[in-house]
Nanobody
């Protein structure tokens, strides 16, 4: 099982980006999915989380600007980012709790994507 994040890049302040994270492999089911970010010199922080069903929740710093959605059929997580600020510059990571097919049973583990760089600068 692996998570592959994409969609990062360089954007001007006030601009928008959409990140994607696709889970692949021997997946039985995916429970919670989340986006984290880590800015230079800072600890990794939670951006927002979404359960398999239900509304996402967000960090206060991104409320009203970022939107998390997921496509359960495609095992894909999205992060829509609007009104981007220089303070949003970070490496963004996706995270998911995935139950996968092991040899003789199911196993639930926490998985991380490789990260995608978002830079907000004029």
């Amino acid at each position: 099982v692996q998570l592959q994040a994409s969609g990062g890049g360089l954007v001007r302040p006030g601009g928008s980006l959409r990140l994607s994270c696709v889970a692949s492999g021997s997946i039985h089911s995916i429970d919670s999915m989340a986006w984290y970010r880590q800015a230079p010199g800072k600890e990794r922080e939670l951006v927002g989380r979404i359960a398999r069903r239900g509304r996402p929740n967000y960090a206060d710093s991104v409320k009203g600007r970022f939107t998390i959605t997921r496509d359960n059929r495609a095992n894909t997580l999205y992060l829509g980012m609007n009104s981007l600020e220089p303070e949003d510059t970070a490496v963004y990571y996706c995270n998911a709790q995935i139950t996968a097919y092991a040899i003789t049973r199911l196993e639930t583990s926490d998985y991380w994507g490789q990260g995608t760089q978002v830079t907000v600068s004029s």
